[in-house]
């Protein structure tokens, strides 16, 4: 059996966490319990916070709802949740005058990663890219040049754009100050 460690390890806890990833999932108790190898009334009493299921128990419900056991296990920290102001910490490329500091964790299978982007004036336009995913920028400051697929569209501070990252697309710093984006997608090398 699971032991409880703190408040957010409770079998109440951790039932509305498989409760929750299974209802968003769309699955029935009865179907999630099958391929779980429990049965359904036990599910029922995890989720509700009335029982604790074994760790072999848990993995058959992680491995039914298409998760690791971690899933259910971790509980959200500091180190994994939050980015603090303070610790940012700008990267830059050889190819690129553009400097980058991650404003995301990609740690536990994350797939969304945001990056803070500085774009100083008199740059030249970012390469041409294509990959799979969606991408979305907002100007914080300056103004952006952003180009989809040969269209091109002028982005100020408050703007965002939202596009499909297969479209080739573009973007250089049209401003005579330092432009200043957060640009979020799926993650990919610049």
Not at 113 to 124: D, F, K, S
């Amino acid at each position: 059996m699971l032991t409880k460690t703190d408040n957010s390890d409770s079998p109440l806890a951790l039932g509305s966490k498989i409760r929750g990833l299974r209802q968003r999932l769309k699955r029935t108790l009865d179907d999630t319990a099958t391929a779980a190898g429990i049965s359904k009334p036990f599910l029922s009493q995890v989720e509700r916070g009335l029982a604790s299921p074994s760790l072999t128990s848990l993995a058959g419900i992680a491995r039914s709802l298409g998760v690791a056991v971690q899933y259910f296990l971790d509980t959200p920290s500091e180190e994994r949740s939050v980015c603090r102001a303070e610790q940012l910490t700008f990267f830059g490329f050889a190819d690129s005058a553009n400097l980058f500091a991650r404003l995301t964790n990609l740690t536990g299978g994350r797939h969304l990663e945001a990056i803070l982007v500085r774009m100083p004036p008199g740059q030249e336009r970012s390469e041409v890219t294509t990959h799979a995913g969606e991408e979305f920028m907002y100007v914080i400051a300056g103004q952006v040049s952003l180009t989809l697929e040969g269209k091109t569209f002028v982005l100020r501070a408050g703007d965002s754009a939202h596009y499909e990252s297969t479209v080739p697309h573009s973007w250089v710093n049209t401003a005579h100050i330092e432009s200043v984006v957060v640009w979020a997608g799926t993650p990919r090398l610049f």
